[in-house]
């Protein structure tokens, strides 16, 4: 009688726990320009994955953490077992960069001084919307066969993924003459409860 009860139980939890979890992404997805309009509206998410830059001069990669909410942008960047983690905080037209020495340093200008600091151009405006799926805003663009084309950058989605209702970039490549950024997606989340 106890173990029947013990089985029933055990079958219950796990008929739970299935219900509970998360829809499961579907990576190897295609790029498409159909229903991106929503992703403008997204107020709120942030993802973990992996980032890797090369220059003509430099080249190196970092585990990358980025936090979006509202006109604010949180993103860390960090070695293998977290080593020489950095914080990036973006607010609306002001920069902070803590290299976890204890000391913040400050800037108006965030792209010069992302530049500055890591000696190579990274476009973090416009890269706030790439991530989703999307132009930036207000900004004119050429549509291309998996991505398009803004202010001189090429903007490649070579894998996209279904994560809940939203379709999200996996991988993306960016390049200009100066610059490959590669950046691999490996979780998304989404607080639905704060988009527009």
Known sequence: ????????????????????????????EQYSKDAKEGAYSLNAWNFVGRLALKSKKDSWQANIAWKHSGDEENIKLSGPLGQGATAIRLLNNQVFIDRGDGKIIFSDHPEQFINQQIGMFVPVH???????????????FISTMNGFKQAEWVVEYEQMQWVNTYKVSRKIIVTNT????????????FDDRKTK
């Open 126 to 140: 416009s890269l706030r919307y790439w991530v989703v799926g999307v132009p930036e805003p207000n900004a004119s």
């Open 1 to 28: 009688m106890f173990i029947n009860l013990l089985k029933v139980v055990v079958v219950l939890l796990s008929v739970l726990l299935w219900a509970c979890s998360s829809e499961p992404i579907k990576e190897n």
């Open 178 to 189: 100066e610059l490959k950024l590669k950046l691999v997606i490996d979780q998304w989340d």
